[in-house]
């Protein structure tokens, strides 16, 4: 079946550490990917995506993801993180044959001092 | 940038009223409009994809006599929950995606409207 699995419920990390979170996915072919992350109580966010091309995306507030074919995952990286981060992020996907997005079960990141 | 706008952010009302939460987008114009629903600590669940002018298309599980989406313009849409029940209590938000938008263009999410039904 389709679908796209965060495997991380929960992260917790130190400010300043690096951050990964993992997204994976399985579609017949290579679908759209996207990273949002939402705040308590408040809607999405577009943080980066991958269309086609580059395998490394940079996108806003100084993440970064690297989609990877032959795992099928395009997991999030942060190099340094910082407390305003602590969000919920969620990985999201359409399908090349469709258009409709089917959202990860989401990743929590708490940030501790 | 792209600005997607709900109201109400939050409503309550007591259980067998209706509620309509608008969608808006600000600074272009949306002709697809999606309304999903997130409960506690889960992911987004769609619900139903509104495209300008025509009838929504609802998700399988999804009530279209419950959940009444009209999206009557290029910047508007509007999701109703006739007769409200505790169990509808939720967060919702929209998103909306421009003209011309294909299976690739993003979609810009509002900050959703959560509902709570007494």
């Known amino acids: 079946a389709q679908s796209v699995t965060q495997p991380d419920i929960h992260i917790t990390v130190s400010e300043g550490a690096s951050l990964e979170l993992r997204c994976n996915y399985s579609?017949?072919?290579?679908?759209?990917l996207f990273w949002y992350v939402q705040s308590p109580g408040q809607g999405l966010q577009l943080l980066l995506k991958?269309?086609?091309?580059?395998?490394l995306v940079q996108g806003i507030k100084g993440f970064e993801a690297e989609f990877k074919r032959s795992q099928s995952s395009f997991n999030l990286r942060k190099p340094s993180v910082h407390w305003s981060d602590a969000a919920e992020y969620f990985c999201a996907v359409v399908p090349n044959t469709g258009n409709q997005f089917y959202f990860g079960t989401g990743t929590s990141l708490t940030v501790i001092p | 940038g792209a600005v997607v706008s709900q109201h109400p952010s939050w409503v309550i009302c007591k259980s067998g009223t209706s509620v309509k939460i608008e969608c808006r987008s600000l600074d272009f114009q949306a002709t697809t409009m999606f309304w999903y629903r997130q409960f506690p600590k889960q992911s987004l669940m769609l619900m139903a994809t509104?495209?300008?002018?025509?009838?929504?298309?609802?998700e399988q599980g999804v009530e279209k006599d419950k959940f009444l989406i009209n999206h009557a313009s290029l910047t508007l849409s509007t999701l109703t929950v006739t007769s409200a029940h505790p169990e509808d209590s939720s967060f919702y938000i929209c998103?909306?995606?421009?003209?011309?938008?294909?299976?690739?263009?993003?979609?810009?999410f509002g900050p959703g409207t959560r509902l709570t039904v007494l």
């Open positions: 991958y269309f086609s091309g580059d395998t």
């Open positions: 579609y017949g072919a290579t679908p759209y």
């Open positions: 998103s909306a995606r421009g003209r011309g938008g294909g299976a690739a263009d993003t979609q810009y």
């Open positions: 509104s495209n300008e002018g025509s009838k929504a298309t609802y």
